[in-house]
């Protein structure tokens, strides 16, 4: 059963630290998506990439966050330093080239910055 | 640009009633669309999409969905609601003409009374 795994699931940290979610999205996808989900702006696209390029990061904070894909089955997204304003579940998704449309999702990463 | 109204941020049902929850979107051309469900603690996954052709789509866990592009939208529907349906559903609608990123609406979260 093919899916996307996330780590951690649950991060707590303080501000000013640094975090790291990690996203290893399904075999074979050479698409990945990382989303933030809070209850005051819904699920907002932060960046993606296709075959492991960043093809776009406009909706990333650049001074503070940054995403990679060092290889085709890993991507990370750091937060440096953290603020409380970051509190949010950042899900990472994955799909079969851009125009397939299709995304699965991973089950989230849930960050609370105290 | 593309976007996604979900008027109803909650919808209460009992369980064994119709379930309709409402999707307009506005886009120029032909759009590609889309409803997810998000089950709580959980990621995104696809119910089911439209992109040409037959107007009604049959998705997952027995729901379905009607393409009316003279009203600009695309609802979602099921005939008899189970408990575990409860859940947030989101629609999201893609540009056929080359983004191909989805944009999501904010959410219906779904309540289902036993």
């Known amino acids: 059963d093919a899916r996307v795994t996330q780590t951690p699931r649950h991060k707590v940290t303080e501000m000013g630290q640094e975090v790291t979610m990690r996203c290893q999205p399904i075999l074979g996808h050479n698409t990945v998506f990382w989303y933030r989900q809070t209850m005051m702006q819904g699920l907002e696209l932060l960046a993606y990439?296709?075959?492991?390029?960043?093809?776009?990061d406009s909706g990333m904070p650049k001074d503070r966050f940054s995403a990679e894909m060092p290889d085709a089955t890993l991507a990370t997204l750091k937060i440096q330093p953290s603020e409380p304003r970051d509190s949010a579940v950042y899900f990472c998704a994955s799909g079969l080239g851009l125009a397939s449309y299709e995304q699965y999702f991973g089950p989230g990463t849930r960050l609370t910055v105290t | 640009a593309q976007s996604v109204t979900q008027p109803d941020i909650h919808i209460t049902v009992s369980e064994g009633a119709s379930l309709e929850l409402r999707c307009n979107y506005s886009y120029g051309a032909t759009p590609y669309l889309f409803w997810y469900v998000q089950s709580p603690g959980q990621g995104l996954q696809l119910l089911l999409k439209?992109?040409?052709?037959?107007?009604l789509v049959q998705g997952i866990k027995g729901f379905e969905a009607e393409f009316k592009r003279s009203q600009s939208s695309f609802n979602l529907r099921k005939p008899s609601v189970h408990w575990s349906d409860a859940a947030e559903y989101f629609c999201a609608v893609a540009s056929s003409g080359g983004s191909y990123i989805p944009t999501f609406g904010r959410g219906t979260s779904l309540i289902v009374h036993p």
């Open positions: 990439f296709r075959n492991r390029a960043p093809l776009d």
């Open positions: 439209y992109f040409s052709g037959d107007t």
